[in-house]
């Protein structure tokens, strides 16, 4: 079955600290690749997206993700945490080709950011 | 340029009634999606609408049902609340069809209901 799966629940890490959040995908083929954030009683921000091309991707707030096909991987990453970052983030997908889609969500990792 | 604009933001309800969300798109955009958020089932697609048809439906019952307007504005409506529909419902709009090429969803702060 189709599937997007983000294996952390919680991370904390502490200010400064570099980031990792993973998020594997189970799809027939490559799909297109989102990075949402989400601030507590907020609606969801864009980090960055995936649709072809470069497997390095920038995007807002100094986070990149890189895609790994080869892995079914779209991690997300930053190199040096700050405390403002502290949210949940859901890794997304849309699958490519003909058809009518939906956006599929992971169930999220709740960051915490120690000062 | 403006978001996209979810009213009302907060909501109680009691059980059996029926309640109507609104969503005003980015202007331009014309599809509206619409997703249930809660701690347990996480972000569910609700459906998809595009030039004021319903393109797409997620797995919830029929007491969740939408529609798109002209100016590409969308409503969701949930008849007979129950408890279980205590959740935050996020709208998101794009330009066109999810899945139709490279296309962003943007989404907007939700409304959250409480049922009791």
């Known amino acids: 079955a189709q599937s997007v799966t983000q294996p952390d629940i919680h991370i904390t890490v502490s200010e400064g600290a570099s980031l990792e959040l993973r998020c594997n995908y189970s799809y027939g083929a490559t799909p297109y690749l989102f990075w949402y954030v989400q601030s507590p009683g907020q609606g969801l921000q864009l980090l960055l997206k995936y649709f072809s091309g470069d497997t390095l991707v920038q995007g807002i707030k100094g986070f990149e993700a890189e895609f790994k096909r080869s892995q079914s991987s779209f991690n997300l990453r930053k190199p040096s945490v700050h405390w403002s970052d502290a949210a949940e983030y859901f890794c997304a997908v849309v699958p490519t080709g003909a058809g009518s889609y939906q956006l599929t969500f992971g169930k999220g990792t709740k960051l915490s950011v120690i000062p | 340029k403006a978001g996209v604009t979810q009213t009302p933001r907060y909501l109680i309800k009691t059980r059996g009634q029926q309640v109507t969300l609104s969503c005003s798109p980015i202007?331009?955009?014309?599809?509206v999606s619409w997703y249930q958020q809660t701690p347990g089932q996480g972000l569910q697609f609700l459906f998809e609408?595009?030039?004021?048809?319903?393109?797409n439906k997620g797995n919830f019952p029929g007491r969740f049902s939408g529609r798109q307007f002209s100016n590409s504005r969308s409503e969701m409506n949930v008849s007979t609340l129950e408890l279980g529909d205590s959740a935050l419902y996020l709208c998101a709009s794009s330009l066109t069809l999810i899945g139709a090429g490279a296309n962003v969803l943007t989404f907007g702060a939700g409304s959250r209901l409480t049922v009791l």
């Open positions: 609408y595009f030039s004021e048809t319903q393109r």
């Open positions: 202007s331009g955009h014309r599809s």
